[in-house]
Nanobody, 118 residues
Framework: VQLVESGGGLVQPGGSLRLSCAASGFTFSRCDMSWYRQAPGKERELVASITSAGESTNYGDSVKGRFTISRDNFKNTVYLQMNSLKPEDTAVYYC????????????WGQGTQVTVSS
């Protein structure tokens, strides 16, 4: 199982970034996926999640209306479009396999740094 995040970087407040998580080594199209983030000195928090076919999404309160999670099951990739970024969005963002069917899983990517600063 491998999850490789990309797309992080430095962006000014109000800017946008799109994160990608390329998956391999498992049946991606059968798995619910999530994005989490962890800021320095804070606990890791759920940012967004998406069901296996992409029919349902869920967002943390702090990102609702600004972030959009999506997936491409042909490319085995899950995305996080982040708009109207704020300094408090600064964190390491991680991709995670949540579930395969009814079985909870705990596979994580290595993370990608997002820094929002002027």
């Amino acid at each position: 199982v491998q999850l490789v995040e990309s797309g992080g970087g430095l962006v000014q407040p109000g800017g946008s970034l799109r994160l990608s998580c390329a998956a391999s080594g498992f049946t991606f199209s059968r798995c619910d996926m999530s994005w989490y983030r962890q800021a320095p000195g804070k606990e890791r928090e759920l940012v967004a999640s998406i069901t296996s076919a992409g029919e349902s999404t869920n967002y943390g309160d702090s990102v609702k209306g600004r972030f959009t999670i999506s997936r491409d099951n042909f490319k085995n990739t899950v995305y996080l479009q982040m708009n109207s970024l704020k300094p408090e969005d600064t964190a390491v963002y991680y991709c995670k396999i949540e579930r395969l069917g009814r079985t909870s899983l705990n596979y994580w990517g290595q993370g990608t740094q997002v820094t929002v600063s002027s």
